[in-house]
Nanobody
């Protein structure tokens, strides 16, 4: 059984930083894509970053501010978020699947994307105040 543990969310003021971590225990993810997604209330699910090794692809809204790392040996994925803005306020999810096509989010909220994805975290809240 795969157990997914997310940590690191919280509240921060505009311009601040937070680091999210996600560990997939009990899974062998060597050939899997890993990614971070977020759900902003009232909007469709957004993909934040996709690890499609050797590529790491960032969404336009987070480029230059967010950095994601994958520690394969530990099945751990991190997301360093700098210069956070109120628009980054969302519930963040880590995910893993054989393939994580960016089109999967189109028109879907994150629970629907989760249903199409093999491994999906429980979600962690990030709140950025102005």
């Amino acid at each position: 059984e795969v157990h997914i543990m997310e940590s690191g969310g919280g509240s921060v003021q505009q311009g601040g930083s937070l680091k999210l971590s996600c560990t997939f225990s009990g899974a062998s993810l060597g050939r899997y894509d890993l990614g971070w997604y977020r759900q902003i209330p009232g909007r469709e699910c957004q993909w934040v970053v996709i690890h499609d090794e050797p590529r790491i692809v960032y969404g336009d809204s987070v480029k230059g501010r967010f950095t994601s790392s994958r520690v394969a040996a530990e099945n751990t994925l991190t997301l360093q978020m700098n210069n956070l803005q109120p628009g980054d306020t969302a519930e963040y999810f880590c995910a893993a699947d054989r393939f994580l096509p960016v089109q999967r989010v189109a028109g879907n909220r994150c629970p629907e994307v989760a249903a199409m994805t093999e491994f999906w975290g429980q979600g962690i809240q990030v709140t950025v105040s102005s």
